[in-house]
C-alpha cells in the first residue's frame, strides 16, 4: 500500500516544478508569474531555450528526428543535473511522446517532481497559436490528444479561463500541501 499525506521533506536536491501541456498552452507565461510568487530562488527552464540554442545550419528533414532527440535527452539531463546541485526548477515540457516521460522518470527523483497538467480549449489553443505567428499551424492540435496521455498529475490548471497569475497561485499554494506519493512516484511504480 503506497503511503499517503503531505511532503514535508522532499530529501535532497531542488524541486521540479513540471509544467506539461501542448504548445501555446500558456505554460512559459505560467513559468513567469511562478518566478515572481515562488518563496526562494528557481530557474525557469524552459525546452524552447535549447532548441534556441542550436545552430542555424539547415537540417536536413532526414537528420532533424535525431537532432530533436539529442536535443531533448539534452534538456532533461541540464534539468536533472540543476536539481540534483541543489536548485528548484520550474520545468516547460510538452510530453507528446512516450519516451519523453519514461527519460525524465528515469532522471529525476520523483518525491522532487511536483507535476501541473496545463489545459486549455483546442479551439483558444488555435487562436493564441494564429495571434502568435511563430508556431507552425495546427502544433498545438496534433500535440492535444498526445500530451496528457498519461494521465496522473499532481495538480492541474486551464488557463482557457484563468490567467497565468491565477494558475501561478495555485501553484504556489499547492506546494506546501502537496501530498504524496507524487504523481511522478506513481508514474515511476507503473513503469517498472
Known sequence: MPETGTVTD????????????????????????????????????????FHAMRSRREVTP??????LRRTWRGFHRAVAGMA????N???????????????????????????????CSLAELRRRERARGDRPEGLAARQFGLVHAHGRYDLECDTTEAS??????????????????TAFE??????R
Not at 84 to 87: L, V
Not at 99 to 116: I, S, T, Y
Not at 186 to 191: D, E, F, I, R, T
Request: net charge neutral; aromatic share 6%.
Open 10 to 49: 522532499a530529501g535532497s536536491g531542488g524541486l521540479i516544478v513540471f509544467l506539461n501541456g501542448t504548445s501555446s498552452s500558456g505554460k512559459s507565461s505560467i513559468a513567469g508569474e511562478l518566478l515572481l510568487t515562488l518563496d526562494g530562488t528557481y530557474f525557469h527552464m524552459p525546452v524552447d531555450a
Open 62 to 67: 532526414e537528420e532533424l528526428p535525431g537532432v
Open 89 to 119: 526548477v520550474v520545468v516547460d515540457h510538452v510530453l507528446s511522446e512516450p519516451w519523453r516521460l519514461r527519460d525524465c522518470l528515469a532522471l529525476f527523483p520523483p518525491r522532487n517532481v511536483v507535476l501541473v497538467g496545463v489545459h
Open 186 to 191: 506513481q508514474l515511476a511504480a507503473v513503469s
Open 164 to 181: 497565468a497569475a491565477e494558475c501561478a497561485r495555485r501553484i504556489r499554494d499547492f506546494l506546501p500541501r502537496r501530498p504524496f506519493p
Open 84 to 87: 540534483a546541485g541543489g536548485n
